[in-house]
């Protein structure tokens, strides 16, 4: 069963910058989509960004044009990176990836923005 981590997360001040990373324990070409979710303390689970196969990205208004999605293929990893963070964003960060109709998840990372 494929598998995946996420790591890269931490504490930052506001304004600053981090990257997410998720690795997948088999070739990402499997997943028809990759996304990114985060979970802040009290609240619901939210969609921040998500790419397709084909490349193809999207975002949560909150973030567009402080986030960026991407993967590499040769790695097998999904990254996300932050940028001009804000308390807001503090949150466990999750990857999640689609296959054979099952959506797998993995552990989540700890994102803590400082004021």
């Known amino acids: 069963q494929a598998q995946l981590a996420e790591s890269g997360g931490g504490l930052v001040p506001a304004g600053g910058s981090l990257r997410l990373s998720c690795a997948s324990s088999?070739?990402?070409?499997?997943?028809?989509?990759m996304a990114w979710y985060r979970q802040a303390a009290g609240k619901q689970r939210e969609l921040v960004a998500s790419i397709t196969a084909g490349g193809v990205t999207d975002y949560r208004d909150s973030v567009k044009g402080r986030f960026i999605v991407s993967t590499d293929r040769s790695k097998n990893t999904m990254y996300l990176q932050m940028g001009s963070l804000e308390p807001d964003d503090t949150a466990v960060y999750y990857c999640s990836a689609g296959i054979g109709g099952v959506q797998i998840w993995g552990q989540g990372t700890q994102v803590t923005v400082s004021s």
């Open positions: 088999r070739s990402i070409l499997s997943y028809k989509k």
